[in-house]
Nanobody, 120 residues
């Protein structure tokens, strides 16, 4: 089992920045691909960004490219999401997720989410 706890959400004006953090505990953190998803009110949960086990590879949804940056600290079992130039459409609950690299069932572990609200 992997336990994930997000933090860092809040209310920010458009154009502002926030940094989310996800603390992992349980199994060896460096064994897992990590990702951030988000779910806006009335919408389905969507993939935002992922990072490989050794941080060599990342993948971003087009809508956040150039504005969001994912990183991880395997020594501290943390993954971060730096969000710059925030827009009202970034408003959502943001979830941290983990999966084994060869998993065929998608992301296996999820945090409880942290609310990000961007005002116009």
């Amino acid at each position: 089992q992997v336990q994930l706890v997000e933090s860092g959400g809040g209310l920010v004006q458009a154009g502002g920045s926030l940094r989310l953090a996800c603390a992992a505990s349980g199994r060896t953190f460096s064994n897992y691909v990590m990702a951030w998803f988000r779910q806006a009110p009335g919408k389905e949960r969507e993939f935002v960004v992922s990072i490989s086990r050794n941080a060599a590879g990342t993948s971003y949804v087009d809508s956040v490219k150039g504005r969001f940056t994912i990183s991880r600290d395997n020594a501290r079992n943390l993954v971060y999401l730096q969000m710059n130039s925030l827009k009202p459409e970034d408003t959502a609950v943001y979830y941290c997720a983990a999966k084994r690299p060869l998993s065929t069932s998608g992301y296996e572990y999820w945090g409880q989410g942290t609310q990000v609200t961007v005002s116009s």
